[in-house]
C-alpha cells in the first residue's frame, strides 16, 4: 500500500472513536444479526451516540436488507461516498446510525462471487478510503464468513489506525472448537483483540411467554470462552420476530423492546461499551 493512500485510510480512521469487526467460523450463524443489532442498540442507547455499520461481506451483503435500506442508493460528494442513513422511529434527528455496503455498489447479487483475490483487495481498500463517515462513536464491521483473504485485508489496512477488537459469532450446535481457534488464532496473529463470544441461536424464545426453552443444547459458547480465557457477552435466542423483523427491514429492538432477544442484546451491548470504554 503506497504512503498516499495508508495516509488517506488514516485520515478517513481518524474521525471514527470506535471500531468493532464481527467475526464468525461459517456462514449462517448470524454474524450480520449481531452486527446489525449491536448498531442499532448502541445508537439507541444514547441520543448522542453516532454509529455506522460497514458490510465487506462481499459475497452475501446482507444488512441493507435487514436494515430496510435495500432500495436505496448511495450520493457521492466532494468527500467521497455517502452512507445510508437509518431513520430510528420516533426520531427527528436521522444521522445516529448510518450504513455503508459493499451491496450498495455491486449491479447484481452474483458480481462479486466470480471476484478474484486482487479485485476483492481493491474494492476493500476503495471502499474505506472513500466511504466519507464523518464524526462516528462506533463503527461495526461485518465481515465475511471464516478467515478468508477479505479478512487479512481488512486487517491490514485497519491495522495503523488500530481496532478495538473483534466480536466471534458462533452457535451452540456450531460450536466447533477449530472453528473459532481458529477465529482466535487470527486475531492474535493480526494484533486484534477479542472483545467476546456470542452465542446466537441459543434456544427457542416463545413469542407467547418468552419463556426460553433450549431445543438442542445451549452453553457451549460459554464454556469455549471459558476454555480460551476471553469474555462470554451472551446468548441470543432463536425468536421468530427478529427473523421476521429483519427479513422485512424493520427495526427489531423498538418493534419488540419487551421480548428476551432485546434484553440480551441490550446486556451484550452494554458489556461491549464497557470493554470499549463508550459509556
Ligand atoms: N437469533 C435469531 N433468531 C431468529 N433468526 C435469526 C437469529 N439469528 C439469525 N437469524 C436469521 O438467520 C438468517 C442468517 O442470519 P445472518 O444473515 O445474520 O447470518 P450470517 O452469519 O451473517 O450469515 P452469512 O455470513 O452466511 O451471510 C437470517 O435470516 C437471520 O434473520
Ligand atoms: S412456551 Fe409457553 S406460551 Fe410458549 S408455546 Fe410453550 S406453553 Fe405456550
Known sequence: MSDQVQSKLLKRMSTIKHKILVLSGKGGVGKSTVSTQLAFSLALSRKDIRVGILDVDICGPSIPKMLGIDKNEVFTCTE?????????SGDDDDNRLCCMSIG???????DAVVWRGPKKHSMIQQFLED???GDLDALIIDTPPGTSDEHITLAEILKESKPDGAIIVTTPQGVSLADVRKEINFCNKLGIPVLGVVENMSGFACPCCNEITNIFSSGGGRKLAEQFNIDFLGQIPIDPQLASCEDEGKNF?????ESASAKELENITNKIKKRITLL
Open 80 to 88: 467521497g461516498w455517502v452512507p445510508v442513513k437509518v431513520k430510528l
Open 104 to 110: 450498495f455498489l455491486l449491479q447484481s447479487e452474483d
Open 131 to 133: 466511504t466519507y463517515w
Open 253 to 257: 429492538l423498538q418493534s419488540f423492546p
